[in-house]
């Protein structure tokens, strides 16, 4: 008896805890688990929520994620509150829309996300309702309108053709209708071949046209962007157009009208002045009719310009070149100074030839030490010798160029003053000019500087080559002194080189650069 009871017993009880466990399974599934779980709150406005109601459903992306809570009356439309499972996340800018589920109008909230921001709203907050939307409702009041219009044509309808008048107004349509189809089917007929050659043109020339857009679909779309880009500052030059000419602005714009019609008055009357004297030019009044109207004298006045033209022509392609060169000697204890420069004007009134200005600080000055003996007698008859050391002499360092240059392709000749000498030179020019390599010979004769044979060689040579590293800069390297010294003394250095257009765009730079 006694186990009978307890199994009984424990029967009811494991039958209490199953049933228990159901209906926490089943409100968990409802309702959410409120423990991995937390629900958040919002809400919204609509203006007309027909359908909706406390658990009204709330989905997203067409799934189930909450319910509406509870709706407040507002003075316009209603506010809806509703929950929404906390692992939904809504970004900002997402917003409601009232759908409908079938014929029977069923309703839910549908948030539309907006997938392209990265922050979320808050619990709390309000998310707003799209401003345009259709809905059933609103479906079912479209099709009830459109029945009522169509009930007032088929009315106006029976009325028109109901009558004896209006069968026969219907059967003439009919008629015409038919003979018009006849009539249009005849010649379609007669045109068969034509229509159809018109229509393989049009088909190819759409394939043309598609082919083409395909090829070019990318330029299509930059011109599109381009083209939405350009209305997008027009839309911005109206808008700040619009702004100055309204408010304070339209005052000054009205004076600035004013102020052009009386510059075109002034105009106005400058121009019949001027006609006035147009007018006494065509009848040969004043000295400048008499030019104009007489032929010896316009003739002699074109002979003049053109005499004058010749004249001015070859400085009008006249080409300016400033050159600068400085070098650095090998060491020899016979010149003051182991540096040299140069300065060149170069003026070319042609391609092929030019004339060349300009002065050198050359260390060509020499320490000419002599020994000088001489030999005397004394009173008894006897031989003194005696050793006399010459004055230090110093050359000018400061020399002159003046050259005339002549090119032949790509030689170039040279003759005129070298360093305050008569002589001249040849250049040899490569690569575009890029390098020139040239031989200078002057100084001829005797060189009465040299302290140890005032005759040592017939001429001075001096052989080097430029290499343009850009086209205003270039480096040097030669020879100086073959002939005369007994070692040629060797040289290195740089230049500078600018042309007349290269002097006009520095002026112009300094000119804004103030």
Request: charged fraction near 25%.
């Amino acid at each position: 008896m006694f186990e009978r009871t307890v199994t009984t017993e424990l029967k009811v009880g494991l039958f209490t805890v199953a049933a228990l466990s159901a209906i926490g399974a089943l409100v968990l599934t409802l309702e959410g688990n409120p423990f991995t779980s937390r629900a958040q709150k919002f809400n919204t406005v609509l203006q007309n929520v027909g359908g909706v109601g406390p658990r009204t459903q709330v989905r997203t992306s067409g799934v189930q994620v909450g319910e509406v809570e509870s709706i407040d009356i507002l003075p316009k439309g209603a506010k809806v509150n509703f929950r929404v499972n906390g692992t939904v996340k809504i970004p900002k800018g997402s917003y409601i829309e009232l759908r409908s589920r079938g014929i029977l109008g069923d309703v839910y909230l549908e948030i539309v996300r907006n997938e392209e921001s990265k922050d979320e709203m808050e619990s709390g907050s309000q998310i707003p309702q799209m401003k345009e939307f259709n809905d059933m409702g609103t479906l079912m009041s479209s099709l009830g309108s459109i029945a009522t219009d169509l009930q007032t044509v088929s009315r106006t309808l029976a009325k028109v053709f109901g009558t004896g008048d209006g069968q026969s107004s219907l059967q003439n349509i009919v008629t015409n209708v038919e003979k018009i189809t006849s009539e249009a089917r005849d010649l379609v007929a007669g045109q068969k071949e034509n229509i159809t050659a018109t229509l393989e043109a049009l088909r190819e020339s759409m394939t043309r046209v598609n082919g083409l857009l395909a090829k070019h679909d990318g330029r299509i779309d930059e011109i599109m962007l381009a083209v939405a880009d350009a209305s997008k500052d027009m839309r911005v030059f109206s808008g700040e157009l619009r702004k100055i000419m309204t408010g304070e602005n339209k005052h000054r714009v009205e004076n600035i009208i004013a102020s052009l019609d009386d510059s075109m008055q002034s105009v106005r009357q400058a121009t019949s002045k001027v006609q006035l004297i147009v007018d006494k030019v065509e009848k040969g009044e004043g000295t400048l009719g008499q030019l104009v109207s007489k032929d010896d004298t316009a003739n002699e006045l074109r002979s003049t310009l053109k005499s004058v033209q010749e004249l001015l022509k070859p400085a009008s392609k006249l080409r300016i070149e400033v050159d600068y060169k400085g070098e650095v000697r090998s060491s020899d204890t016979r010149y003051i100074g182991d540096t040299g420069n140069h300065f060149n004007l170069r003026l070319a009134t042609r391609p092929d030839r030019y004339y060349l200005l300009g002065v050198s600080d050359t260390p060509q000055s020499r320490q000419i030490t002599e020994n000088r003996k001489t030999v005397t007698k004394d009173s008894t008859g006897a031989e003194i010798t005696r050793e006399e050391i010459t004055s230090t002499e110093n050359r000018p360092r400061i020399k002159y160029n003046v050259q005339f240059a002549k090119r032949f392709d790509n030689l170039g000749l040279r003759f005129g003053l070298f360093e305050s000498y008569a002589g001249v030179a040849g250049d040899l020019y490569l690569f575009s000019d890029k390098l020139s390599a040239t031989v200078e010979a002057f100084q001829f004769g005797d060189d009465p500087s040299q302290a140890d044979s005032r005759s040592n060689g017939k001429a001075r040579f001096k052989t080097y080559a430029n290499v343009f590293v850009t086209p205003n800069i270039y480096l040097t390297g030669g020879a100086d002194g073959i002939g005369r010294a007994p070692k040629p003394i060797q040289f290195i250095g740089a230049g500078l080189r600018f042309t007349d257009d290269d002097l006009k765009s520095v002026i112009s730079a300094a000119a804004l650069a103030k």
